[in-house]
T-cell receptor, first 114, second 114 residues
Framework: AQSVTQLDSQVPVFEEAPVELRCNYS??????LFWYVQYPNQGLQLLLK??????LVKGINGFEAEFNKSQTSFHLRKPSVHISDTAEYFC????????????FGRGTSLIVHP | ETGVTQTPRHLVMGMTNKKSLKCEQH?????MYWYKQSAKKPLELMFV???????ENNSVPSRFSPECPNSSHLFLHLHTLQPEDSALYLC?????????????FGPGTRLTVT
């Protein structure tokens, strides 16, 4: 069975600083990986996804993530954050083709200070 | 309307009431999901409807009853709820057969049980 670990429940950072949100997964098969963002009082919105191909994936709002198969990681990065990036971020994994039920991590709260 | 819509956005109900949450997706997707999101807890998958099957989380109490009359509409019928059922209820949809796999979420219904 698959599982997802988001190592940090909360990440405080100052505006314009870089940030990395960590995600590790465990699975016995090939996986599809996702990052979602949830702003206050809203649903989740897809930031980016890895299905295959290049291990560096670029998403919306300047975010990117790198798939590392040997370390079973999919960390999310942004070189310079804005106040508006303050939100909850969720990593999710699906086990390959045909699987439509993903497993979500517990979420990381990114707090950007001025 | 575009994307995934949910009504009502807010609901306050007593423990003896019966109410229903509604979700509609305008994306032509073939799978729909109900999630429960409580404060400080991970996202909890409650029910999934796809073309082939219905999947349910066995830990969901019977006071929650889903209904999926067609591929665009999903309901969650609520009766004799408990205060611990207060949470944000999120609906999502996906089109897993075309290789995209990501989920599209509605804004959620904030439920308060008094």
């Amino acid at each position: 069975a698959q599982s997802v670990t988001q190592l940090d429940s909360q990440v405080p950072v100052f505006e314009e600083a870089p940030v990395e949100l960590r995600c590790n997964y465990s699975s016995s098969v090939s996986v599809y990986l996702f990052w979602y963002v949830q702003y206050p009082n809203q649903g989740l919105q897809l930031l980016l996804k890895y299905l295959s191909g290049s291990t560096l994936v670029k998403g919306i709002n300047g975010f990117e993530a790198e798939f590392n198969k040997s370390q079973t990681s999919f960390h999310l990065r942004k070189p310079s954050v804005h106040i508006s990036d303050t939100a909850e971020y969720f990593c999710a994994v699906s086990e390959g083709s045909g699987s439509y039920i993903p497993t979500f991590g517990r979420g990381t709260s990114l707090i950007v200070h001025p | 309307e575009t994307g995934v819509t949910q009504t009502p956005r807010h609901l306050v109900m007593g423990m003896t009431n019966k109410k229903s949450l509604k979700c509609e997706q305008h994306l032509g997707h073939n799978a729909m999901y109900w999630y429960k999101q409580s404060a400080k807890k991970p996202l909890e998958l409650m029910f999934v409807y796809s073309l082939e099957e219905r999947v349910e989380n066995n830990s969901v109490p019977s006071r929650f009853s889903p209904e999926c009359p067609n591929s665009s509409h999903l309901f969650l019928h609520l009766h004799t709820l408990q205060p611990e059922d207060s949470a944000l209820y999120l609906c999502a949809s996906s089109q897993y057969s075309t290789g995209s796999y990501e989920q599209y979420f509605g804004p959620g219904t904030r439920l308060t049980v008094t």
